[in-house]
């Protein structure tokens, strides 16, 4: 039986999705899980798996639509079968919610500018000539490149945007991204530059939660010797693909000390606080353009080897824009570690919904008194944001010495 596929929900505030390019044609098999498309959220562009097997039959969305969350994306089902009903309630659908969120109040997240035209229907000419993606499109002319020097990969011999970004790494001259000149100042030109969808879900989330949620912070300064030594160690053992990271040690630390204090493993949810089960740790990484936070699953319990495993694996995927959704889902705790930058302590905001965030920076060599002798060690600071209407400050106090217990006694990492 025909079944359609949607634009998946790939954050609680998500609301909608630009279909970036289709990996799959009408005619095509398509199996359980396979990829059949790109989409690009706020957060980044991702992988669309199929949640349906069988023969791609009908395309709904072209390439560069907006697409409402659960809208139809395609209709998936046995070759040669009847879908006309289908197609037609599928259009129908849409249109009906297309209908509704224009009578519903226009909110923060509805305003968001696409990062790709609405073309709406199939298009039978190109501007130009050129068969392009509207996405391709764009991405060349903030580019100055002439599509017509190109060759299309795309279904049909369209050029999609993989196609202008293997123009411009074959020339170097090519600009990374198109700037508009405003007015000339000491004989250097301002710009202005085009805000990303990620930039601008950035900058909704950090004004929600700096202005909706009370911050309070608490701050410890850890020996990092012993944590240290323990890496070099296991690091021995391991080959490169497979190292432990020290971010990989906070990480599983943060996690082992939620389970004394669940009551920041949670969510605010107005009169109630959400206590959860599981303990999903994620890490905010840095990536062109902005910031993401890939999730490692259910982190206390995993062990250490495979936590620094499947960040590794979230985090290169996350900077190649090939993140899938399941590494943005479901986090309880954020660690924002900037130790690579030789930062020597920061805070940082807290990501709604969840209670709180721990802020981690440089381990550095420093004077330091043991036993009353002044020595060398190794120290580093670290940084937990709480959210006050679910913690206090005594709370978060021993959630820091029982980090700093973890972190000084790393063995019990590997527990």
Do not use: C
């Not at 850890?222 to 040690?249: C, F, G, H, W, Y």
Request: aromatic share 4%; charged share 25%; glycine share 8%.
């Amino acid at each position: 039986m025909a079944e359609f596929v949607v634009m998946p929900k790939l954050g609680f505030d998500m609301n909608e999705g630009v279909l970036v390019s289709w990996m799959k044609g009408i005619g095509d098999t398509i199996e359980n899980g396979e990829v059949i498309a790109e989409i690009e959220s706020d957060k980044a562009t991702l992988e669309l798996e199929s949640q349906v097997a069988g023969t791609m039959l009908r395309l709904l969305a072209e390439e560069g639509d907006v697409v409402p969350i659960g809208g139809n994306l395609a209709i998936v089902g046995q070759e040669g079968e009847d879908i006309s009903g289908l197609a037609e309630n599928g259009k129908a659908a849409e249109v009906e919610a297309s209908a509704a969120e224009s009578s519903e109040p226009v909110s923060l997240e509805q305003t968001t500018p696409p990062i790709a035209e609405d073309v709406g229907a199939v298009k039978t000419d190109y501007p130009r000539g050129v068969k392009a993606s509207p996405v391709a499109r764009r991405y060349a002319e903030e580019r100055g490149i002439d599509l017509s020097k190109l060759n299309g990969t795309g279904p049909g011999g369209r050029i999609v945007r993989a196609d202008v970004e293997a123009f411009v790494e074959k020339d170097p001259s090519i600009p990374s991204a198109g700037v508009q000149a405003v007015r000339p100042v000491s004989g250097i030109e301002s710009q202005e530059m085009p805000t990303t969808r990620l930039r601008q879900a950035i900058g909704r989330r950090m004004v929600q939660s700096k202005t909706t949620v009370p911050h309070f912070y608490v701050t410890t300064d850890i020996d990092m010797a012993p944590a240290l030594a323990l890496r070099k160690e296991i690091n021995a053992l391991l080959s490169d693909e497979q190292k432990v990271t020290v971010n990989d040690m906070i990480v599983k630390a943060a996690a082992l000390t939620l389970r004394k204090f669940p009551n920041l493993n949670a969510n605010f949810a107005g009169d109630r606080v959400i206590i959860h089960g599981d303990i999903n740790v994620g890490s905010a990484v840095a990536v062109e353009g902005g910031l993401l936070t890939v999730v490692q699953k259910n982190t206390d319990v995993t062990p250490l080897a495979l936590v620094a495993e499947d960040n590794k694996a979230m985090i290169e995927r996350a900077r190649l824009g090939k993140s899938r959704p399941n590494d943005f889902e479901s986090g309880t705790f954020t660690v924002s570690n900037l130790g690579a930058f030789d930062v020597d302590h920061f805070i940082a905001i807290i990501n709604p919904p969840e209670a709180a965030i721990l802020a981690v920076g440089t381990a550095q060599q420093v004077p330091v008194v043991v036993e009353g002798e002044l020595t060398i060690g190794w120290r580093m600071k670290a940084t937990i944001s709480a959210d006050h209407r679910v913690s206090d400050g005594a709370e978060a106090a021993q959630y820091m010495q029982q980090f700093k217990s973890i972190m000084e006694e790393p063995l019990q990492l590997l527990l």
